[in-house]
């Protein structure tokens, strides 16, 4: 297995169109504590334009314009990765930024799947751009629920164009649709936090799971997405929950966003992380139980009509 921390982390940005992505990025350009960056811009059309809003840096700037990166052009990122890796020896993070229609699951799939990319790249994090003045309009779009439900940290965008009540009601339907991401509400998409190490995707430590849903009766759920939370004490059978876990992504995978988890497996000193999007799962050893430390097995599930009691008997039924 490659060492984790000899790789290069990769931010990828999405969100809709119009949220302030660009504006996120030449944030990030800025403020970037003198790291050596390389970007890679992608554009939906044969004519790019986010490109030339990209503040000019030291910074390489590399474009993707032949299609949106999630659909046919995965093999696109893959060569500019290694042209990245051959010809800009010095870097030390890579920026994606999407296209505002990009469904993220297959980006994030390639850190997955392809060989450079595993070999030499580690996907830090997913942050999705949320367009709060605009947010009630596009919601319900696939697209930007797909962002949301995948993301490790929303950037509540826009923040001074709305009331405190309006935030509110769009944290509630944001926290419903993915409970795992962390909020940062900002103004020209500049947040005061530094959003490099968010170490979204690295199963080298283990995941911090901890899902806050917000019991209210006075806002309006999701029609199709949701989270379902699973939190007990049970000492999980590993060849029940290799079984279970393979065959349920395998015929819900279309629908499974994401999921993740920490689990007491055969009651071994190390906890078992986990977590996947659709059919891609990964898993492996995480730190050693602390001793008196009790061991609670916490996972969380992302996705569209997800039946609740499949899940949580399906789980339950791995225990010893």
Request: aromatic share 8%.
């Amino acid at each position: 297995m490659n060492d984790i921390s000899q790789k290069i982390p990769v931010t990828v940005i999405t969100g809709d169109l119009g949220a302030g992505k660009t504006s996120l990025l030449n944030h990030l350009l800025v403020n970037n504590k003198g790291k050596k960056l390389a970007v890679i811009v992608n554009e939906f059309g044969e004519i790019g334009i986010d490109s030339d809003l990209v503040l000019r840096s030291d910074e390489e700037i590399l474009e993707m314009n032949n299609g949106c990166i999630c659909c046919n052009i995965r093999g696109d990122l893959v060569r500019i990765v290694e042209n990245i890796l051959i010809n800009f020896g010095q870097t030390e993070q890579i920026i994606v930024e999407t296209t505002g229609l990009a469904d993220p699951a297959p980006i994030i799939q390639s850190f997955w799947i392809e060989e450079t990319l595993i070999k030499k790249t580690k996907l830090d994090g997913l942050i999705t751009v949320v367009d709060s003045f605009h947010f009630n309009k596009h919601k319900d779009c696939p697209h930007v629920r797909k962002q949301i439900s995948f993301a490790d940290v929303i950037l509540l965008n826009k923040t001074d164009l709305i009331n405190i009540e309006e935030q509110k009601n769009i944290e509630e339907y944001l926290n419903i649709l993915n409970p795992l991401a962390k909020f940062i509400k900002t103004k020209f998409s500049s947040p005061n936090e530094i959003l490099f190490n968010i170490g979204g995707f690295d199963l080298s430590n283990a995941l911090k799971i901890d899902p806050l849903f917000l019991i209210s009766n006075n806002h309006k759920h999701p029609k199709d997405i949701n989270a379902i939370c699973i939190k007990n004490n049970q000492i999980i059978n590993g060849d029940l929950f290799n079984k279970w876990i393979y065959k349920f992504a395998q015929f819900n995978g279309e629908n499974l966003y994401r999921y993740k988890g920490i689990i007491n497996l055969d009651n071994e000193p190390r906890r078992f992380v986990f977590q996947g999007v659709h059919m891609t799962l990964d898993g492996r050893p995480g730190k050693p139980w602390e001793k008196g430390e009790k061991r609670i097995n916490q996972v969380v599930f992302i996705g569209r009509n997800l039946d609740d009691i499949e899940i949580k008997s399906g789980f339950n039924s791995c225990t010893i």
